[in-house]
């Protein structure tokens, strides 16, 4: 079946500092990757997406790329802020009917000023 | 345009008490889903639908029912709620599926706790 790896948290970090989370995936056939973001007390909202290899997606100054050599779609952002304090999930969809998704078991994010 | 909406958002049950957590979302989604969000595990999916009158079983579907009786509206009941059910629960709809990304839209989220 499907699964996905997130690095366990929390990170903490301070603020304008450089940010990887890493995901890796297991999937059968081309997978659609995301990643959610959670913030307290809130429903998850997507913050990006790629649906093929090489892809790029980004949003909001985070950036991830579709890796199929390595099963891997890794969370980056250049210099995090304060407001960026949140848990991200990483997901994938197989595309099948349902379109279900599976998620990683989230990343705590802190960033301190 | 509300989006998804949960009621309600908070809950304390008594073990073998029973209750009905109401998702309704206002986009003419077709596809909704339940999930259970606990620590370190993520989202696991309960159960979902693809359209009005269907649901399916997700990955831990066990001590629920679901029922989607009008589009917009998707139903989770626990019959005889048990301690191992509290839990954050999240409801989402997404309008399709297909090669591609269909984004899930959720809800804030229902905090139940069984006691």
């Known amino acids: 079946g499907n699964s996905v790896t997130q690095m366990e948290g929390p990170v903490t970090l301070s603020e304008e500092a450089f940010l990887t989370i890493n995901c890796t995936y297991t999937?059968?056939?081309?997978?659609?990757l995301f990643w959610y973001v959670q913030y307290p007390g809130e429903g998850l909202q997507l913050l990006l997406k790629?649906?093929?290899?090489?892809d790029k997606g980004s949003n909001k100054g985070f950036e991830a790329t579709y890796r199929k050599e390595t099963t891997s779609f890794h969370l980056e952002k250049g210099s995090v802020q304060v407001s960026d304090s949140a848990v991200y999930f990483c997901a994938l969809s197989d595309d099948l009917a349902g379109n279900m998704l599976t998620f990683g078991g989230g990343t705590r994010l802190m960033v301190k000023p | 345009n509300a989006g998804v909406t949960q009621t309600p958002k908070f809950r304390v049950l008594k073990t073998g008490q029973s209750m009905t957590l109401l998702c309704a979302q206002d986009?003419?989604?077709?596809?909704m889903y339940w999930y259970r969000q606990d620590p370190g595990m993520g989202l696991r999916l309960i159960h979902y639908?693809?359209?009005?009158?269907t649901t399916a079983k997700g990955e831990v579907p066990d001590g629920y029912n679901v029922s989607r009786l009008k589009k917009q509206n998707f139903l989770l009941g626990l019959e005889s709620a048990a301690p191992s059910q509290t839990s954050v629960y999240f409801c989402?709809?997404?309008?399709?599926w297909g090669v591609g990304s269909y984004e899930q839209y959720f809800g804030p989220g229902t905090r139940l706790t069984v006691t």
């Open positions: 986009m003419n989604h077709e596809y």
């Open positions: 999937a059968t056939g081309y997978p659609s």
């Open positions: 639908s693809v359209g009005e009158g």
């Open positions: 790629a649906t093929k290899a090489d």
């Open positions: 989402a709809s997404t309008s399709g």
